[in-house]
């Protein structure tokens, strides 16, 4: 699972920044706001076992914190 983080964290920035350039495209005020949930097996620490980064629109504070994640727990491959 370590290297699907990489992978996320590599391409979280790219989606959100188009995800921005689309609706600034198309002229839709509202925008979005996105939400990164990180859950582990039963076996992980009980503060690790879910965590959630806060709503952002600001691609820069999900990345922030998916660095701050790491893959734990599990028995094998099974988890993040």
């Known amino acids: 699972m370590a290297k699907v ?7 979280m920035k790219t ?6 350039q689309i609706l600034k ?3 839709i ?3 979005f706001e996105i939400q990164v949930a990180i859950y582990r097996n039963y076996n992980s620490d009980a503060s690790k076992l879910f965590q959630v980064s806060p709503f952002s629109n600001n691609a820069d504070d999900l990345v922030n914190f998916l660095k701050g994640v790491q893959a734990e727990g599990g028995n094998g491959n099974e988890a993040v």
């Open 5 to 11: 983080l990489g992978q996320v964290l590599n391409n």
């Open 15 to 20: 989606c959100l920044e188009r995800t921005y």
């Open 25 to 27: 495209e198309k002229k």
């Open 29 to 31: 005020p509202s925008g």
